[in-house]
T-cell receptor, first 119, second 114 residues
Framework: DTGVSQDPRHKITKRGQNVTFRCDPISEHNRLYWYRQTLGQGPEFLTYFQNEAQLEKSRLLSDRFSAERPKGSFSTLEIQRTEQGDSAMYLC?????????????????FGEGSRLTVL | AQSVTQPDIHITVSEGASLELRCNYSYGATPYLFWYVQSPGQGLQLLLKYFSGDTLVQGIKGFEAEFKRSQSSFNLRKPSVHWSDAAEYFC????????????FGKGTLLTVNP
């Protein structure tokens, strides 16, 4: 399967612990996005990378959150000192190419998400 | 900033009946509009999208949507629902930049009765 993959799929942790999620985008895509989805809500934008550069961060991304995409391929999202309010599904998506690129279909391809439960 | 409203939290239809899911958006310019579907435990799958041109767009699985600028709406329709269509449906709006950051509605949960 060459879609977007996320790991782990489920993570249960105690409040105050650190957690890290990994996202492997579709290999030819240069854009990568993180979204958060809480129960009963639609996904909310967290941050966006073009290649290795983090170009935009939402105000939802507090100082306890950090995202990286060191070589422009996979990305990690780390949450430090987790709080119960961090419990959510963390979704990764990727898309391809600049405006003139044939990979640019305007579609975000989503992974299956990483569900975080903070006790 | 853009926003999306999906007025119906939960809709129940009988298999074979027609379906319309409502979506209203707020955005100062011509938007990019999307419908995604999410099955339990699954990621989001794109059903269809509108960028420009013909305001009636066809998608996968027999779905279609119509962009109505005057009503700021992008309602999703299907003439005959199948049991496998039971899922959560999200409408989303994107900006005319190059980053395709999407703003999603809260979703409509579709239940299909046999």
């Amino acid at each position: 399967d060459t879609g977007v993959s996320q790991d782990p799929r489920h993570k249960i942790t105690k409040r105050g612990q650190n957690v890290t999620f990994r996202c492997d985008p579709i290999s030819e895509h240069n854009r990568l996005y993180w979204y958060r989805q809480t129960l009963g809500q639609g996904p909310e934008f967290l941050t966006y990378f073009q290649n290795e550069a983090q170009l935009e961060k939402s105000r939802l991304l507090s100082d306890r959150f950090s995202a990286e995409r060191p070589k422009g391929s996979f990305s990690t999202l780390e949450i430090q000192r987790t709080e119960q309010g961090d419990s959510a599904m963390y979704l990764c998506a990727s898309s391809g190419g600049g405006r003139q690129s044939p990979l640019n279909t305007g579609e975000l391809f989503f992974g299956e998400g990483s569900r975080l439960t903070v006790l | 900033a853009q926003s999306v409203t999906q007025p119906d939290i939960h809709i129940t239809v009988s298999e074979g009946a027609s379906l319309e899911l409502r979506c209203n958006y707020s955005y100062g310019a011509t938007p990019y509009l999307f419908w995604y579907v999410q099955s339990p435990g699954q990621g989001l799958q794109l059903l269809l999208k509108y960028f420009s041109g013909d305001t009636l767009v066809q998608g996968i699985k027999g779905f279609e949507a119509e962009f109505k600028r005057s009503q700021s709406s992008f309602n999703l329709r299907k003439p005959s629902v199948h049991w496998s269509d039971a899922a959560e449906y999200f409408c989303a709006v994107g900006t005319r930049g190059s980053n395709y950051k999407l703003t999603f509605g809260k979703g409509t949960l579709l239940t299909v009765n046999p």
